[in-house]
């Protein structure tokens, strides 16, 4: 980065408390960070890998300070086309501090120059709020984290997988077995479709949800398979939707909803994280809010507890 004014440049940094790493990290002067996610169609094709990258902006606004900025640099001639291409990009630009899209004709000396050019943005101040209100909940809810309560999903031997289809056709069986009032294909408004003003259509759906009894709040339940190929990405897609939960936007603000009932995240596979740590996967997502599960007799619990 030739000519810049830099107090620090780093290309690949490595920020330890952070699930997926930024591309570039700069500091234009002390105490002042702007960290960079390069972006594209391609590293963006789906919803699940919308909301990794929104579970990056998180972590980087809880880990750094809500004043970091974070910058997504789009590395394409244009937008994205197609509604639901446009609808996921709007999701990430109403919630990065500042989206440029980007011609990859000249890849390194484009991307250099608009950086250059970048390098006295501040973060956006009507987000505030909602880095604040996230940090005091995620803080409350690790306070009550205990590793011996989940030494069974970080087991060396993992447990045999059943497949998303069969486990819930055992759920279902369950709950009609005990009367528990379940619905499927379960769907949740957030605070998500006013940020990119999205329609109702895409809100949050869940495979399925349940109650004790009538009159008790649905709790939602979702189950996912997890394995070390690709638990990161799944990881943070599952983080964003326990964060974004527990959102509603209420006039030009997003409002923390509490009482709400915690979601249910079934795990089918080995949730173990990296040898240094077995327990970081865990510990995430316990942190934005899931009661984690591992078998249907405890998903029952959970919801005769109307926790």
């Not at 391609?42 to 890998?49: D, G, L, N, P, Q």
């Not at 077995?177 to 379940?182: A, K, L, N, W, Y």
């Not at 080995?270 to 249907?296: C, F, K, M, Q």
Request: glycine residues 6%.
């Amino acid at each position: 980065m030739k000519g810049l004014d830099l107090r620090s440049y780093q290309q690949n940094p490595f920020l330890p408390d952070l699930l997926h790493q930024p591309d570039f990290l700069l500091v234009p002067e002390l105490g002042r960070l702007i960290v960079v996610y390069v972006l594209s169609s391609h590293s963006i094709a789906t919803w699940r890998e919308t909301l990794a990258a929104v579970e990056d902006l998180f972590e980087v606004k809880q880990q750094c300070g809500e004043a970091t900025v974070v910058y997504g640099i789009w590395m394409e001639d244009a937008r994205p086309s197609g509604r639901e291409n446009e609808q996921r990009f709007e999701l990430l630009a109403g919630l990065f501090d500042q989206i440029d899209v980007l011609s990859a004709s000249e890849p390194v000396r484009g991307l250099h120059a608009q950086i250059r050019d970048r390098l006295q943005l501040r973060a956006r101040t009507e987000l505030l709020d909602l880095w604040r209100q996230e940090r005091e909940r995620t803080t409350a809810n690790l306070q009550r984290f205990r590793e011996k309560w989940f030494k069974q999903f970080v087991t060396e031997e993992p447990p045999k997988r059943i497949g998303q289809s069969q486990l819930l056709r055992g759920i279902e069986q369950s709950f009609e077995r005990t009367g528990i009032v379940f619905e499927r294909n379960f769907r949740v408004r957030t605070a998500k479709e006013h940020l990119a003003g999205l329609p109702e259509r895409n809100s949050f759906r869940f495979p399925i949800a349940a109650r004790a009894a009538l009159g008790h709040e649905l709790a939602p339940i979702e189950t996912l398979s997890f394995d070390r190929a690709d638990a990161r990405t799944k990881l943070r897609y599952l983080m964003t939707k326990g964060r974004l939960l527990h959102y509603v936007y209420v006039g030009d603000r997003v409002l923390y909803q509490g009482g709400r009932r915690r979601p249910i995240l079934h795990i089918d596979g080995n949730l173990a994280g990296p040898e240094h740590d077995p327990y970081r996967y865990v510990r995430s997502l316990v942190s934005v809010g899931w009661h984690l599960t591992n078998s249907i007799e405890a998903i029952e619990e959970v919801i005769l507890a109307d926790l």
